[in-house]
């Protein structure tokens, strides 16, 4: 009996290899005490660690499964550029008529004597043909000119027009010849060597839908 009691060993909280033992903490010195509280802290933090690690793995593939499913991620497929927004090209512009193939009427749309002659007179020398000049029957007023065409001579139109600073091309299915009406901002002609086209009017006299 003397001999198992002294090779028994007292319990002291300690494992074989010097660790604390789980259930012994009451019975700890002071050191021993705070070596397993240390232990217990480490171990909770790993266990923090690995569960926020879990968290986040699965709600990756959460996300993933979620873009998958609804067609906006394909594993392995290449990114699809955006399509670019439509962009707005000038329309070709067409050349314009020799002056030799477009008659037009002059009209003077002010009180300026002689001005409808003149401007014909210099229409003539160009080459154009004017069948016909007189007085406009309403008053053009602050513009340059106004040219009037049927729809079928828009080309004759914006040839008379190019020769005219800002000149207002109208749409208008009984002028036949194309009609140009000048008014009280008119000083001259352009020369032949820098001729500014118009833009053809939208039809109906609309602006263009924007782009």
């Known amino acids: 009996m003397d001999d198992e009691r002294a090779g028994a060993r007292p319990d002291d909280g300690l494992e074989p290899d010097g660790g604390v033992l789980a ?22 933090r790993r266990q923090r660690i690995v569960f926020a690690v879990v968290v986040v793995l699965v709600l990756a593939v959460g996300g993933a499964a979620a873009l998958v499913w609804t ?8 990114p699809v ?9 000038p329309p070709a512009e067409q050349p314009l008529p020799a002056p030799a193939e477009v ?4 009209l003077n749309g002010t009180t300026r004597t002689g001005l409808a002659a003149g401007v014909a007179d210099q229409l003539r020398g160009r080459g154009f043909t004017v069948p016909d ?14 040219v009037r065409y049927a729809p079928e001579l828009l080309a004759q139109a914006r ?7 800002e000149a207002q091309l109208v749409e208008d299915p009984a002028a036949t ?10 000083q001259q002609l352009l020369p032949e ?15 263009a839908p924007a782009c």
């Open 71 to 78: 067609g906006r991620w394909q594993p392995g497929a290449d």
């Open 177 to 186: 010849p194309v009609e140009l009406t000048l008014g009280d901002g008119y």
């Open 159 to 165: 040839a008379v027009g190019a020769r005219v600073p």
């Open 23 to 44: 259930g012994a903490g009451d019975d700890l010195d002071e050191a021993s005490y705070e070596r397993l509280q240390r232990r217990r802290v480490r171990r909770r």
């Open 133 to 146: 000049i007189g007085n406009a029957p309403v008053a053009a007023g602050p513009v340059t000119a106004v």
């Open 103 to 106: 008659p037009v009427e002059v």
């Open 81 to 89: 550029a955006a399509p670019a927004s439509p962009t707005c090209a």
């Open 193 to 207: 060597d820098a001729l500014a086209p118009p833009a053809p009017p939208h039809p109906q006299g609309q602006p």
